[in-house]
């Protein structure tokens, strides 16, 4: 999400920026990929009897929340987007991204070590799952986020400054 187009990642001046609500909603996205996918191919939607803690890791996330607060108005921890935002602080912490506002549940931008880390990890397997899913599709360089269904959270991100439509 923080580098949508393949020329992004290859520049060394550009910076990325998330949110904390946008990556829920590209997850979720990715999540309904799946499991269309799981339905089109009748794949069994329960986890083996004999190995039940081995159910799938995007059917756990569908079922959390992605919301939701505390009586003192905190996000609950495990909440998807909690999740997101637990993650988005390691990566602060890390030095992979640095916090720049409070908007759609946290904004983010990218540093040049996270762009490096990207970069290494874009020819992995879990990227290669996401460009069949057609979540991160490459294309001649127009957008290549698919927009997500029923939110406009990836649509503030592009509100943001992404080069991406929806």
């Known amino acids: 999400m923080a580098f949508p187009r393949p020329e992004d990642l290859a520049d060394d001046g550009y910076i990325g920026r998330v949110t904390v609500n946008g990556v ?12 269309e996918r799981a339905d089109e191919q009748g794949m069994n939607t329960d986890p083996a ?56 549940g946290g904004t983010y931008r990218t540093t040049a070590r996270y762009q490096l880390q990207v970069r290494d990890m874009a020819g992995s397997a879990a990227m290669a799952e996401l460009l069949e899913l057609g979540v991160v599709p490459v294309t001649d360089g127009t957008a290549t986020l698919m927009p997500a269904e029923d939110t406009e959270d990836l649509e503030l991100v592009a509100d943001a400054g992404l080069p991406f439509h929806s």
């Not at 979720?28 to 990929?33: D, E, N, V």
């Not at 495990?78 to 506002?101: N, P």
């Open 24 to 35: 829920d909603a590209f997850v979720r996205q990715a999540c309904r990929r799946l499991e």
């Open 49 to 104: 009897t004999d190995a039940p803690g081995l159910e799938a890791a995007w059917r756990i996330w569908v079922r959390r929340s992605a919301t939701g607060a505390t009586k003192d108005a905190r996000r609950l921890a495990g909440s998807t987007t909690g999740i997101v935002g637990k993650a988005a602080a390691f990566l602060t912490d890390s030095g992979f991204l640095q916090r720049t506002g409070d908007d759609s």
